[in-house]
């Protein structure tokens, strides 16, 4: 703590506040700003942390458009849908200890909803395009023939995306999706979700797994 020696307009010792009052060796009043402290390392835990964000941010960032679709009815007040998907991800998809983090692509969810799901759906690369195929199960189900297919490829490599809202349906039993930029080697992960014609429901994303790029 400062001391004043001669009241407000006196010099001082010590520290008041941001700044530092000295005497030197020629008996003038010295004062000077007090530095900042440097801040410290951050620890393991923090870094970890910092790590697990930029992996699922990274991921969620460009899929903005179809969070907002897949996660309309179910985001609480006071969360966007991008954000309750990272949290999701964060909660439930991240796998490995430091410094072998990585994302667990099979437990992302990129929509979450009551409508049914699709039965046995694949994905396959066919003519340079990814082929989505499935079973039409909305007679025995809350799916409808109507519902809209809401299909995702993203290339891990580069984070690239290539996905299509609406472009075909629950009954016509498959689709296919241009691929994002990609080189060989790449690994593309695919989802796969559903809307109702209204909107007002989506089913609870399904992951097709794994393409390689041969060539």
Same mark, same amino acid.
């Given at each position: 703590m400062g001391k004043l020696a001669m009241g407000i307009l006196g010099g001082f010792s010590g520290t008041v506040g941001t700044v530092i009052g000295s005497v030197n060796k020629n008996g003038d009043d010295i004062i000077r700003v007090k530095s900042k402290k440097p801040r410290t390392s951050q620890t393991e835990a923090q870094i970890n942390q910092r790590?697990?964000?930029?992996?699922?941010?990274?991921?969620?960032?460009?899929?903005?458009?179809? *969070?907002?679709?897949?996660?309309? !009815?179910?985001? &609480?007040?006071?969360?966007?849908? %991008?954000?309750?998907?990272?949290?999701?991800? *964060?909660?439930?998809?991240?796998? !490995?200890?430091? &410094?072998?983090?990585?994302?667990? %692509?099979s437990m992302i969810r990129i929509s979450e909803g009551s409508l049914a799901q699709v039965v046995k759906p694949t994905a396959q690369l066919v003519n340079g395009e990814v082929k989505f195929v499935w079973s039409n199960n909305s007679e025995s189900s809350s799916g409808d023939i109507t519902d809209q297919a809401i299909l995702v490829v993203y290339n891990a490599n580069n984070s690239q995306y290539s996905y299509s809202i609406g472009k075909t349906t629950r009954e016509a039993l498959g689709g296919t999706l241009a691929l994002p930029n990609h080189e060989a080697g790449d690994q593309l992960q695919v989802f796969l979700f559903f809307k109702s014609a209204s909107g007002t429901e989506v089913s609870t994303s399904q992951y097709l797994g794994t393409i390689t790029i041969s060539e």
């Amino acid at each position: 703590m400062g001391k004043l020696a001669m009241g407000i307009l006196g010099g001082f010792s010590g520290t008041v506040g941001t700044v530092i009052g000295s005497v030197n060796k020629n008996g003038d009043d010295i004062i000077r700003v007090k530095s900042k402290k440097p801040r410290t390392s951050q620890t393991e835990a923090q870094i970890n942390q910092r790590t697990k964000f930029g992996l699922v941010t990274q991921f969620m960032k460009p899929l903005n458009p179809i *969070l907002k679709v897949g996660f309309a !009815g179910v985001t &609480p007040v006071s969360m966007s849908p %991008y954000n309750y998907a990272c949290m999701l991800a *964060l909660n439930k998809a991240i796998t !490995g200890t430091a &410094p072998d983090i990585e994302l667990d %692509y099979s437990m992302i969810r990129i929509s979450e909803g009551s409508l049914a799901q699709v039965v046995k759906p694949t994905a396959q690369l066919v003519n340079g395009e990814v082929k989505f195929v499935w079973s039409n199960n909305s007679e025995s189900s809350s799916g409808d023939i109507t519902d809209q297919a809401i299909l995702v490829v993203y290339n891990a490599n580069n984070s690239q995306y290539s996905y299509s809202i609406g472009k075909t349906t629950r009954e016509a039993l498959g689709g296919t999706l241009a691929l994002p930029n990609h080189e060989a080697g790449d690994q593309l992960q695919v989802f796969l979700f559903f809307k109702s014609a209204s909107g007002t429901e989506v089913s609870t994303s399904q992951y097709l797994g794994t393409i390689t790029i041969s060539e």
